[in-house]
């Protein structure tokens, strides 16, 4: 530790001190300041020397308050001495600094809150500083303050970790993703410094777009390739930067100017990107201006439904080589005949997806079916025209994922009430008997008369519900003179079909989820010798039966999808009227037909149908029947309500690109494995087979935890 001038008594009483201060620093005018403006008077320009050595920190702030003409109040929490002295006379700004540097040296620290000076603990500084500024720190010293840097190019979380251990322990740095900015509260000389760094990291990542017209090659045929020399030999995609050795790179092919736009990390990498580009633009060998041959794969588009539009969009162009003649549109080859299809395979089996179609001839753009390519005649001119339409064409289709249900509830209640009864009136050996009774059958209730006919067969059926019967004897015969009948009856019907299907932009989509019912639509019978039926004939046409959906979407702008909507359900309805069995079942029909709008991932119902029916059956004895309370003796009642209501409910989710695809496959494919999971048989050991199938997992599984074995202990 240095030791104080010799001049200099240590024990001198700070009280003395302050007043040889005050009164040196009341005489002399003083100094400027222009860098800490706010904090000492720019009229102070005299050089003092000061020599405080272990005096008290209040009574020197007061002093240096009196020197810089700003009022410096101490926090009561600062306690202790301070050394400050100069053996040079020197200027209030440096002695100022020096005593705020002794202060820093103490855990203490000097902010500007209010237009007051406070001298408060380091940890207590960042919050009251009252200094905030934007950009450049306007203050030096270490004089706590707080910095606002906004940011251009770099991302504020990513500085945090680069700057934080540049920071005091006591101060913070924060980040504000919002405005894209860095908050720090620090000593003045240390933001500056910060503030340099700052600077040179707020960098962009990359060059500026760059676009490079091509004079001979294609863009959408150059691009592919070059991105791949820039990802340093890696399959990489247009417009999408590589993930090679060689840095971002980014590189995209604008048809409609047969230019590249490219993008680089550095400006070197630029300067590469664009001597490759001028060695590959060179003229074709093929190509000139007499004509040439030109083919080009198709990624997304059908070959021979593009080349039927190129023709037609050319007809009316100067074009050589034939532009103005087209074909007709080839038509697809006809389906083999499939009736007699060998080894019992059916037509719909054998028959082919859909016809092969021929390869297109005439005009100057051919189609090749079986590569799904064009080849196009055409001097370079024209060809980059074409180029330009196949490219604008030739792009991704939408999907649409459609989700349907078709809710049908249908409860049903009955009720039924009857009485009958059957007596014979007379003596035994009377020439006439009167006899009398009710006798009432229906809706599943047989009459007391065939009751007793099959009980005199020895099988006796009373029918369903709560049956009470009153027996007598006739000639040693035992009857059921009389019976009471009740019975209610409820039944739910609760059917959801969820058939799903997704199916390409503006193509139609068709799912049949039933049954094929065989249905007659003739028959002969020759008639033989001797009255005998021989040579039965019958023609028998199959029809689907179940759920039937047909869609056709449309996406539009904004993400609305406009459909074209059928939908069947059918079902094969049990009857048992009489002559009804050689003409086939009877179905039952349910069908909407129409066009709607739906937003992508909107729910919209098409339509349902609501029926509530009642039936009310009474059977009875005239006017006996109608009697109070005695004339439910010679009647009987039934009752059925049927409420029926089938709604149909569509939700279309449009699908744009392949990882959009593949989430949803695999959603649906984990879906169905777990319920499979789920439906597991119950473990048994008299029946050995107790696992069903399950789907392989597509997503790998977490590794299970290894098994912990004993340690075996070694003696000592």
């Known amino acids: ?27 002399l005018p003083p100094a400027a300041s222009p860098l800490h403006a706010q904090t ?51 200027s209030i700004r440096d002695a100022y600094s020096s005593y705020v540097s002794a202060l820093r040296g103490l855990g203490f620290s000097v902010v500007e809150s209010g ?11 960042k919050l009251q500083a009252g200094t905030v500024s934007v950009g450049e720190p306007p203050l030096r010293g270490d004089q706590v303050i707080t910095q606002i840097f906004p940011l251009r190019y770099e991302n504020p979380n990513n500085l945090v970790a680069v700057l934080r251990p540049l920071i005091s322990a006591n101060n913070t740095i924060n980040a504000a993703p919002g405005s894209n900015a860095l908050v720090i509260t620090d000593y003045a000389d240390n933001l500056r410094r910060l503030s340099q760094i700052v600077t040179a990291l707020d960098q962009p990542s990359g060059t500026d777009i760059e676009i490079v017209p091509l004079q001979h090659a294609v863009a959408a045929d150059l691009a592919p390739l070059v991105q791949r020399l820039a990802d340093g030999g890696a399959a990489g995609v247009p417009g999408v930067p590589g993930g090679g050795g060689g840095g971002a790179v980014a590189v995209v092919a604008d048809s409609r100017a047969n230019a590249l736009i490219i993008r680089a990390a550095n400006p070197a990498r630029l300067a590469t990107l664009r001597a490759t580009i001028a060695r590959l633009d060179r003229p074709g060998a093929g190509g000139g201006e007499t004509g040439g041959l030109y083919v080009v794969h198709l990624k997304n588009a059908d070959a021979t439904r593009l ?52 390869p297109s001839t005439g005009g100057f753009v051919q189609a090749d079916p079986a590569t799904n390519s064009l080849i196009i005649t055409a001097p370079e001119p024209l060809y980059r025209q074409v180029r330009s339409l196949v490219d604008q064409l030739d792009t991704r289709r939408a999907q649409v994922y459609i989700e349907s249900m078709i809710v049908e509830v249908s409860p049903s209640d009955s009720a039924d009430f009857g009485f009958q ?21 229906g809706s599943g209730r047989p009459s007391i008369i065939d009751i007793n006919t099959s009980a005199a067969q020895g099988q006796v059926n009373v029918g369903q519900g709560l049956n009470l019967g009153l027996l007598s004897v006739i000639n040693g015969v035992t009857s059921l003179a009389a019976v009471a009948r009740m019975l209610q009856s409820q039944s739910d019907t ?43 004939f019958q023609t028998i046409e199959r029809k689907d039966v179940g759920i039937t959906l047909r869609i056709k979407p449309q996406i539009g702008e904004g993400g609305a999808v406009r459909m074209q909507i059928f939908q069947e359900q059918s079902s094969v309805k049990e009857t048992t009227a009489a002559g009804t069995t050689n003409a086939g079942p009877s179905t039952t029909k ?35 029947g109608d009697i109070p309370l005695i004339g439910a003796l010679f009647r009987s009642e039934s009752r059925e309500r049927r409420r029926t209501n089938l709604m149909v409910f569509l939700r279309p989710v449009v699908v744009r690109d392949g990882d959009s695809a593949s989430r949803l496959s695999l959603d649906r494919y984990d879906q169905i494995r777990a319920q499979q999971q789920r439906a597991q048989p119950a473990s048994s050991v008299v029946m050995p087979i107790n696992e069903s199938p399950v789907l392989p997992p597509l997503r790998p599984e977490p590794p299970k935890a290894p098994r912990s074995e004993p340690r075996a202990e070694t003696a000592p």
Do not use: C, H
């Open 1 to 27: 530790m240095k030791r104080p001038p010799s001049g200099i008594s240590p024990g001198l009483r700070p009280q003395r001190l302050v007043a040889l201060l005050l009164a040196a620093a009341l005489a």
């Open 40 to 90: 000492i008077n720019p009229r102070s320009r005299a050089p003092v020397t000061v020599n405080f050595v272990n005096a008290d920190i209040e009574a020197v702030s007061r002093a240096f308050a009196a020197m810089i003409e700003r009022n410096i109040v101490v926090d009561p929490r600062v306690k202790g001495t301070i050394t400050v002295y100069s053996e040079q006379p020197q």
């Open 115 to 125: 237009g007051l000076l406070k001298v408060v603990p380091e940890a207590d500084a």
């Open 307 to 358: 080349a039927t539009v190129i023709r037609a969009a050319f007809a009316g162009g100067s074009g050589s080589g034939g532009g103005g003649g087209g074909s007709p549109t080839p038509a697809a080859a006809p389906a083999p005949n499939t009736a007699n299809a060998p080894g019992g395979v059916s037509a719909q089996a054998a028959a082919p997806l859909s016809g092969a179609a021929q």
């Open 421 to 441: 009864w059957q007596g014979l009136l007379g003596k035994s050996g009377d020439r006439f008997g009167v006899i009398a009774g009710t006798n009432f059958s």
């Open 494 to 536: 609760n059917i959801v079909s969820t058939p799903n299907l997704i199916t390409l932009d503006n193509e139609e989509a068709k799912i049949v989820v039933g049954e094929n019912v065989p249905f007659i639509t003739g028959q002969f019978t020759g008639t033989g010798g001797g009255g005998g039926t021989t040579n039965p």
């Open 590 to 624: 349910r069908s909407i037909e129409n066009t709607v709008v739906v937003d992508d991932g909107a729910i919209l119902v098409l339509g349902g149908l609501i029926e509530d029916r009642f039936v009310t059956t009474r059977s009875k004895v005239p006017l006996l």
